[in-house]
């Protein structure tokens, strides 16, 4: 039993091996703005721009960037920004 115990706390002790690659990930502030961070869907983006959000995440959230490529070039919205 006392085996036993022992091969629990070291195998407790080791570290997990994630099958997931390290991701930068951002965390979203806006300062002196909204509390809450419009967020989009990517056809709901093409067809109406930024007047329609999918929905809409809280200050502090955090989010992998990414950037979305249509027919080879970056969507962005009215002023070119992707």
């Known amino acids: ?3 036993l115990a022992t091969l629990l706390l070291l195998t407790a002790s080791v570290p ?3 099958a997931i690659p390290a991701t930068p ?3 979203l502030y806006r300062f ?3 509390l809450d961070i419009p967020y ?3 056809d709901g983006f093409a067809r109406g ?4 959000p999918a929905g809409y995440l809280a ?3 955090s989010v992998i960037p990414c950037l979305v490529i249509r027919n080879g070039e970056p969507l962005t ?3 070119g920004t992707p």
Request: aromatic share 4%; net charge neutral; proline share 0%.
């Open 1 to 3: 039993m006392k085996h």
């Open 16 to 18: 997990a091996v994630a």
């Open 25 to 27: 990930v951002m965390t």
């Open 32 to 34: 002196n703005g909204d």
């Open 40 to 42: 989009y869907s990517v």
């Open 49 to 52: 721009g930024a007047g329609s």
């Open 59 to 61: 200050q502090g959230s």
């Open 77 to 79: 919205d009215s002023r």
